[in-house]
């Protein structure tokens, strides 16, 4: 999947949805990518909590992300001892409203969309979190996506989507009391014809622009500001 997603909803919004605390320093992002810090639930909490992305900007070093830091594929999460161990003691959920992936129409041009979600929806993606100490000794944390394959809506985008839960499974997985059985049968591809695409600006492409006008419908057009015939 893409590493581009979005949560606009007003903090009464999500008071409401997730039935939690919302702090002052809570803000729409129109273009939520990784280093950033960003809203989410852990378990056994009654408010929102913010945690870097994959990791904080100061270790990236210019460098590309690694989807390990990013990512953890659903199948895998009991056969790694750290994911294991994540999945029974730090999970989380990330509040979203939308995501974002591009279509590859040509050997060197992609198509950003945006997902969005049945009757425009709340929902919420399974994740992880870590603990860690920086350079300075200060105490960090950091979150990690969990993904699905892709269902048919995703599949032109990637073979990869994250783990949309339903509020029952949000409850399942914020409990400290379920099993590891219970947690893992939380975790499917989200139901292709509960979605809708479309295409929106090159512009999520660039971490720095967070406006509302990134989650407007926009002709195709690829990251080199070419329209397309595809869509």
């Not at 900007?57 to 790694?80: Q, R, V």
Request: charged share 25%; net charge negative.
């Amino acid at each position: 999947m893409g590493d581009r997603y979005t949560i606009t909803s007003s903090s009464e919004a999500l008071a409401s949805r997730f039935n939690v605390d919302i702090p002052e320093a809570y803000a729409p992002n129109y273009n939520a990518a990784p280093t950033q810090i960003l809203p989410l639930i852990t378990q056994g909490s009654k408010g929102l909590s913010f945690f870097y992305w994959g990791q904080i900007p100061g270790w990236s070093k210019n460098k590309a992300i690694s989807n390990k830091l990013l990512f953890a594929d659903m199948e895998t999460l009991s056969e790694k001892a750290i994911t294991q161990k994540a999945l029974l003691s730090r999970r989380c959920i990330v509040p979203a409203d939308g995501f974002y992936g591009w279509k590859q129409v040509s050997k060197k041009g992609k198509i950003p969309y945006r997902v969005i979600f049945e009757n425009k929806n709340i929902v919420s993606f399974a994740g992880l979190w870590e603990e860690f100490e920086d350079d300075n000794e200060n105490i960090v944390h950091t979150f990690k996506l969990i993904t699905s394959p892709a269902n048919s809506s995703i599949l032109p985008m990637s073979t990869r989507m994250p783990v949309i839960m339903t509020e029952k499974e949000e409850n399942v997985w914020l409990n400290n009391e379920s099993t590891e059985e219970e947690l893992l049968e939380t975790l499917k591809p989200y139901p292709a014809d509960k979605m809708k695409t479309y295409s929106v600006s090159p512009k999520i492409s660039d971490t720095s622009v967070n406006e509302p006008a990134l989650i407007e419908p926009m002709a195709p057009a690829d990251q080199f500001g070419n329209y397309s015939l595809f869509d």
